[in-house]
């Protein structure tokens, strides 16, 4: 990668904590050149528009969300031990990424729930991917005597999504002192249900 | 109360209409007054400054939300029926108060995380508030023997807020058509696990 790439990935790791900060829609080229102490048109030459600024964003972020997350839980053994590690490099993520406003991705998907758009759209296919990956490595846990035999996976993987919703409400809006530990607790009984056999419900 | 007090009622429940589609920043006196073909200084009279109509703004949501969730699962019998009642309200009420943008609390919580101010100060102090009063629901099912005497009543309370939290990611952002589906399965196995006896956990 060339001078020019380097340059654009320094921009874009500036933006992604800016923007976990004042929301993607408050990131706009303007903002981000005041930011940066940089000249507007030195960003236009590398973001056409506010929408290509957001859509580079969120990739850049989702690229540091697999580097502090996904990569590190891909390494642990399959199963519980590996979906124990995806919750806990997911804990701290933002500490890990340095963010200082809390989670891009939650941040996100508030603004942008009802609106249209190419940002929009990638944030939904990067969140999609996600809990897909979540719902796999929940599966490599059946095979391994960990979970149930009719574990159902995504459901799995849309319960430890509210866990950590729930725990980013806690921490960064309540500033529950408890908010990791609720967080935990919350993930040991979706461990223990994925572990039980089904119950009849209601 | 006078013609005064209906007006301003008037003006507030479309504010909320408003609040729940563009946020409670984007709610400002201007947005206000076009929204209602009404003259900027005919709003200023009712509420001095934006702060004053986003507190008064949440302060109405609030009253919405006790009218469609708190007052009919308050007259279900106690402890889970009454848990339950309060789930299935709270899992409609924006349709029930007719917010065409999902949950203003949701939105607002992601917005105002990171700032400071009497808005953000009010938004903390009702999410405590529901958070207290669904624990106070959770414990009224101990002494009738529904759920287990070592019930962690702060902890379901949080549960429950993360499954909506998770409902509402599902539904608003990812339009998931199993997002009912999935805060349903989620509360039953909140309920199986405030009735099992606590296992030890790792």
Redesign the interface.
Known sequence: MGKGGATKDAILDRAVRLAS?V?LSGLSIGRLAEDLHMSKSGLFAHFEAKETLQVEVLERAAQLFVEAVVRPALAQPRGEPRLRALFEHWLCWTKTARLP??CLF??A??????RRGPVRDR??SL??EWLELIANVARTGIPLGHFRDDL?AQ?CA??L???M???H??K????DPRAED?AR??F??????ARRRR?K??
Chains 1, 2 share one sequence.
């Open positions: 900060q929301g406003g809390g939650v941040a998907a508030a603004e942008l729930d009802d944030l939904v969140q999609r159902d459901q849309h319960d999504y509210s866990v919703l729930g725990y409400h806690a960064r809006l309540l500033r609720r607790a919350g040991e009984s979706l461990l223990a249900a119950r419900s209601a």
